[in-house]
């Protein structure tokens, strides 16, 4: 592909070239076309790859050699992969070199679409809590989706500004800050970013990034980390920013020695770059917090979250029960894990919660009626619960909401391709309806 400097702002052109750190080789980078990855998901890795190659800082990431159509791959609606950009993928390899408790309780600040979040369920094994949160309320509603498909009873959900989470003191052993800005590092794929890119945009970014890392610093442990990335190249938001965190708060920096990511222009975090690696622009750097905070978490009133292990709704929709606890609020049933039980219960009455735990069911007048995301959550979901293996042709039609003839016994299914599961059916004997929520439906021709 030819470059052509027009396609992006003169002023980044102009800064890229003036830097000794980026150079031209990153606009030549830049007009090329994206590598495609994806990350598996290791409870539901159903789908065989051609031809990919994996990804060496991610235990579960792939390049592919071609872009696919995920939109018509049931394999995709059903949670067994992501498709993540590979630089971003390197939060796998910062967690697995980083000194963590056994269950640590973990914040992804700044969460939508979610790649990042699902990463860190993978990385907890079941152990431990995430507490996924996003502001921007269309972007929730598909990080909620996202982790839905992907099944985990450790997973919360929130919507709320950065100040809340001021609230928390030394909560979180890990807290994530993929942190909004100019986006430069997205040129390649998304055009829309380019125009949307200025100068004063980058300078209205550093100055937002400070005072989301200053609102959750408090909720950080002592020795916990703070993981801060963006994607982007300029040293505004990335190496002043975190110079301006060693200055202003008690934090060492950690280092990976022989990591594949390029050590930024200061010394203090990690690039990688489209011209050097298969990625898109993503930079990173994580920070251990010395110090102890003295306020205190003031929950808002009394839980109303109630404890419901033993009801007979839910007995026979969930499997083994010796780690979680079941909860019900307000006619809706949630798995969530026993060994966090009370701080979700306190972030659930603090905080806007989108998703607590798995939602096992919403109780009807005819019993329990099954919810989407105890079909994903292959680790809570009873085994013997009734299944039904459907075509290609068919899993695509229930994805869109569509009924066909489908001989079974009159109650609820499991739809499941390739031993993907997909969601939920009711049988009546002669129909059945089709319970995939209306807002996940594939809206695209099948044929």
């Known amino acids: 592909m030819i470059m052509n400097m027009n396609d992006f702002p003169e002023q980044f052109v102009n800064r890229v070239l003036d830097d000794n750190y980026l150079g031209v080789q990153l606009l030549e980078a830049l007009s090329e076309n994206s590598p495609v990855a994806v990350r598996v998901n290791p409870n539901k890795n159903n789908k065989s790859w051609k031809d990919a190659t994996k990804i060496p800082w991610s235990k579960h990431g792939l390049l592919l050699k071609e872009r696919p159509s995920f939109t018509l791959d049931p394999h995709f609606h059903g949670g067994s992969y992501y498709p993540q950009e590979a630089g971003s993928q390197f939060i796998d390899y910062i967690l697995r070199h980083i000194e963590l408790p056994e269950s640590p309780v973990f914040l992804d600040l700044?969460?939508?679409?979610?790649?990042?979040?699902?990463?860190?369920?993978?990385?907890?094994?079941?152990?431990?809590?995430?507490?996924?949160?996003?502001?921007?309320?269309?972007?929730?509603?598909?990080?909620?989706?996202?982790?839905?498909?992907?099944?985990?009873?450790?997973?919360?959900?929130?919507?709320?500004?950065?100040?809340?989470?001021?609230?928390?003191?030394?909560?979180?052993?890990?807290?994530?800050?993929?942190?909004p800005c100019s986006g430069e590092g997205m040129f390649r794929k998304d055009f829309g970013a380019r125009k949307e890119w200025s100068e004063s945009n980058v300078v209205m970014c550093e100055a937002r990034q400070k005072d989301i890392v200053s609102n959750i610093w408090p909720s950080i442990k002592q020795d916990g980390y703070l993981i801060y990335s963006t994607c982007t190249f300029n040293e505004r938001e990335n190496e002043n920013n975190v110079r301006w965190i060693l200055e202003n708060f008690q934090c060492e920096l950690v280092n990976f020695p022989g990591i594949e990511a390029k050590c930024d222009r200061q010394n203090l975090g990690y690039y990688c770059l489209p011209n050097q690696l298969q990625t898109e622009g993503f930079y990173f750097c994580v920070l251990r917090k010395k110090e102890s905070e003295s306020y205190s978490f003031k929950t808002k009133g009394k839980s109303e979250l109630t404890d419901a292990k033993d009801d007979i709704l839910v007995k026979n929709w969930i499997g083994s029960k010796e780690n979680l606890n079941v909860v019900k609020w307000k006619d809706y049933f949630f798995a969530i894990p026993k060994s966090h039980s009370e701080l979700i219960k306190n972030i659930h009455q603090s905080f806007h919660?989108?998703?607590?735990?798995?939602?096992?069911?919403?109780?009807?007048?005819?019993?329990?009626?099954?919810?989407l995301a105890l079909a994903h959550d292959v680790s809570l979901i009873n085994q013997t619960c009734s299944r039904i293996s459907v075509s290609r042709e068919e899993a695509l039609r229930y994805l869109k909401g569509e009924t066909f003839d489908l001989k079974a016994n009159v109650g609820y299914h499991l739809i499941c391709f390739e031993n993907t599961p997909l969601g939920w059916i009711k049988h009546l004997g002669n129909r059945f309806n089709n319970l995939y929520p209306k807002e996940y439906r594939i809206r695209m021709k099948i044929d």
Request: net charge negative.
């Open 353 to 371: 919660t989108l998703k607590l735990g798995t939602e096992i069911g919403e109780i009807s007048k005819k019993g329990l009626i099954p919810n």
């Open 110 to 179: 700044c969460a939508a679409p979610g790649g990042k979040s699902s990463l860190i369920l993978d990385f907890l094994e079941g152990k431990g809590l995430l507490i996924s949160n996003e502001i921007n309320k269309t972007r929730a509603s598909v990080l909620k989706e996202n982790l839905t498909k992907w099944g985990a009873i450790n997973s919360i959900i929130t919507s709320n500004n950065s100040e809340n989470f001021s609230s928390l003191t030394e909560v979180f052993d890990c807290v994530l800050v993929d942190a």
